[in-house]
């Protein structure tokens, strides 16, 4: 069965500042998708960004990068230029791109704070 | 385009009991995908819905049960109410079932 592992729980970033949160999973397969999802105290999961696993090229969407690495299962996000908006609760997702049904397997979170 | 809504936002039922849970998906799309999170944990998936059919279970008993209708709504069901079915219910959907999914904002389940 796919895993996925956030073995930071809580992470503090400084405003302006940059930080990077860590992912690993583990699969079979060659064929999937990743995501990073942002939970906000609302509870809404955003989706910030996703990365195809046949495509080399890391994901960028603004301020938020990721450094995927297949062979080593790696698949970290980057923030850059952190905003107090960006405090929540972040879980890394993998998604297999075969079989019958395209559930998300998540990771256990890591909460991330913003200070002044 | 309106976003993924669920309803209600919150309840609290006793152990035992039965309740629904409500989604209505993305303007558009026609896949439905429910997940339970409990209390400082990732989601965990229940269910997959695409085109009215079950697409897909994860690892939760029959009683947890689910409806999708001609527009795309979308029902979970739990019978025989236990303390641990207390969690944040997610409901996500998508154009299809292997296109990415956006989640509405959840509804809060306390089971007493």
């Known amino acids: 069965a796919q895993t996925v592992t956030q073995s930071q729980p809580e992470m503090s970033v400084q405003e302006a500042e940059t930080v990077t949160l860590s992912c690993t999973y583990d699969t079979s397969e060659s064929d999937y998708y990743l995501f990073w999802y942002k939970q906000p105290p609302s509870r809404q999961m955003i989706l910030v960004i996703r990365?195809?696993?046949?495509?080399?090229q890391n994901a960028t969407e603004n301020r938020f990068s990721v450094n995927f690495q297949k062979a080593a299962k790696s698949f970290s996000l980057k923030i850059s230029d952190s905003q107090l908006g960006d405090a929540a609760m972040y879980f890394c997702?993998?998604?297999?791109?075969?079989?019958?049904?395209?559930?998300?397997?998540f990771g256990t979170g890591t909460r991330l704070q913003v200070t002044l | 385009e309106t976003g993924v809504t669920q309803s209600p936002t919150h309840l609290i039922k006793t152990r035992g009991q039965q309740v629904t849970l409500r989604c209505s998906s993305q303007?558009?799309?026609?896949?439905v995908s429910w997940y339970q999170q409990a209390l400082g944990q990732g989601p965990q998936f229940i269910f997959q819905y695409y085109r009215e059919e079950e697409n897909g279970r994860g690892n939760f008993p029959p009683r947890f049960s689910g409806l999708q209708f001609p527009n795309y709504s979308s029902e979970l069901n739990v019978n025989a109410l236990e303390l641990d079915d207390s969690a944040l219910y997610l409901c996500a959907s998508s154009l299809g079932g292997f296109e990415t999914q956006y989640f509405g904002p959840g509804t809060r389940l306390l089971v007493l």
């Open positions: 990365q195809e696993a046949y495509k080399q």
């Open positions: 997702a993998y998604r297999e791109n075969t079989g019958t049904a395209s559930k998300l397997t």
């Open positions: 303007s558009g799309h026609n896949t």
